[in-house]
């Protein structure tokens, strides 16, 4: 039990991290122009 919460932890840090916070600008870039665009 000890190793799955080790290993929930270690992954919600490496998804909650910078590929997320590219997603989330990424996505807002996209939005912003193709709505500009419309």
Known sequence: M???NNLVNT???LVWGP???V???GT???L??????M
């Open 2 to 4: 000890e190793f799955l």
């Open 32 to 37: 912003m122009i193709m709505l500009k665009f």
């Open 11 to 13: 992954i919600n840090g």
């Open 19 to 21: 590929p997320m916070l």
């Open 28 to 30: 807002g870039l996209v």
């Open 23 to 25: 997603l989330i600008l």
